[in-house]
């Protein structure tokens, strides 16, 4: 979609949609707000590689908008800049601080005022000093050239309409011999009818793209070492509580079309780097 208009109208829609999610509190992708709940929203976040030390000392606003944890893989040390695109309410950002420790610097980025607004007040509660949000859009991140050490980002690339942007964007900040491990949603050939329920859909698989599509938009940004380091093919019952009610939505997603979904679509971490001699 490399209509400005249509890339607009998309950015507006995602905007307005998780502006809602966060300020009415309701669940997205099957994550209550409580994050040390029990039930599906506890479960659903041990599925996204979330561990209790993980959780602990997290305010409980700060929930989860994703579909993995893109850190339990990531080897980020201490003294390192990390980069979350899409930092939403914070858990992953308050995640990456902890991380790098003192020395190091945690920088979200994110479109949403409201987002903006709860991650700031979460990074005041979790007692964070090395962590600082910035107001802005993939597609032109508000870093410098060479600015991260590491990029993360979780189920927030698939949202948008110029994905070759956000990737070439993504090799711009990076330094060189910098890496990228995202957590993000793809789909597996589904059908053309269904391809196009899933374009209806607002939220989290609206804009999900066929893996082999989604790792050849990163080569083709300049990342080396492209590689899936783990991923998740979702069943109709893994399914249902993530998108049934469409992220938090309005709009009931039928049970039948999950059903046939299944197999599909898959939750993957991908792990890419900048070569060295850029």
Same mark, same amino acid.
């Given at each position: 979609?490399?209509?400005?208009?249509?890339?607009?109208?998309?950015?507006?829609?995602?905007? +307005?949609?998780?502006?809602?999610?966060?300020?009415?509190?309701?669940?997205?992708?099957?994550?209550? @707000?409580?994050?040390?709940?029990?039930?599906?929203?506890?479960?659903?976040?041990?599925?996204?590689?979330?561990?209790?030390?993980?959780?602990?000392?997290?305010?409980?606003?700060?929930? %989860? =908008?994703?579909?993995?944890?893109?850190?339990?893989?990531?080897?980020?040390?201490?003294? @390192?800049?990390?980069?979350?695109?899409? %930092?939403?309410?914070?858990?992953?950002?308050?995640?990456?601080?902890?991380?790098?420790?003192?020395?190091?610097?945690?920088?979200? /980025?994110?479109?949403?005022?409201?987002?903006?607004?709860?991650?700031?007040?979460?990074?005041? @509660?979790?007692?964070?000093?090395?962590?600082?949000?910035?107001?802005?859009?993939?597609?032109?991140?508000?870093?410098?050239?060479?600015?991260?050490?590491?990029?993360?980002?979780?189920?927030?690339?698939?949202?948008?309409?110029?994905?070759? +942007?956000? =990737?070439?964007?993504?090799?711009?900040?990076?330094?060189?011999?910098?890496?990228?491990?995202?957590?993000?949603?793809?789909?597996?050939? /589904?059908?053309?009818? /269904?391809?196009?329920?899933?374009?209806?859909?607002?939220?989290?698989?609206?804009?999900?793209?066929?893996?082999?599509?989604?790792?050849?938009?990163?080569?083709?940004?300049? =990342?080396?070492?492209?590689?899936?380091?783990?991923?998740?093919?979702?069943?109709?019952? @893994?399914?249902?509580?993530? =998108?049934?009610?469409?992220?938090?939505?309005?709009?009931?997603?039928?049970?039948?079309?999950?059903?046939?979904?299944?197999?599909?679509?898959?939750?993957?971490?991908?792990?890419?780097?900048?070569?060295?001699?850029?």
């Amino acid at each position: 979609m490399s209509d400005k208009r249509t890339s607009r109208n998309i950015r507006e829609a995602v905007k +307005k949609h998780y502006a809602q999610a966060i300020t009415s509190q309701k669940p997205c992708c099957g994550h209550d @707000q409580n994050l040390l709940g029990t039930g599906d929203a506890a479960k659903l976040l041990q599925m996204s590689g979330y561990t209790p030390t993980d959780l602990k000392g997290i305010p409980e606003s700060a929930s %989860s =908008f994703g579909c993995g944890n893109p850190l339990s893989l990531a080897q980020v040390s201490a003294g @390192q800049t990390v980069l979350d695109l899409g %930092s939403g309410a914070g858990l992953d950002l308050i995640l990456a601080a902890r991380k790098v420790g003192p020395g190091g610097k945690a920088i979200g /980025l994110d479109m949403t005022d409201e987002m903006i607004e709860v991650c700031r007040r979460n990074l005041a @509660q979790a007692g964070i000093t090395n962590a600082e949000v910035r107001k802005g859009i993939m597609e032109r991140m508000p870093v410098a050239d060479g600015e991260v050490d590491w990029i993360i980002s979780n189920c927030v690339i698939n949202l948008s309409p110029e994905k070759e +942007k956000v =990737f070439a964007e993504a090799f711009r900040v990076l330094r060189p011999g910098g890496r990228l491990l995202v957590s993000d949603i793809v789909t597996e050939e /589904l059908p053309a009818e /269904l391809r196009a329920d899933l374009e209806a859909w607002a939220g989290c698989l609206g804009g999900a793209v066929d893996e082999p599509v989604y790792l050849d938009l990163m080569r083709r940004a300049g =990342f080396i070492d492209v590689k899936v380091v783990d991923k998740l093919v979702y069943t109709a019952e @893994q399914l249902d509580p993530m =998108f049934g009610d469409c992220c938090g939505g309005d709009t009931k997603i039928d049970r039948a079309v999950l059903d046939r979904c299944a197999g599909r679509v898959a939750s993957i971490k991908v792990y890419a780097e900048k070569p060295a001699s850029v």
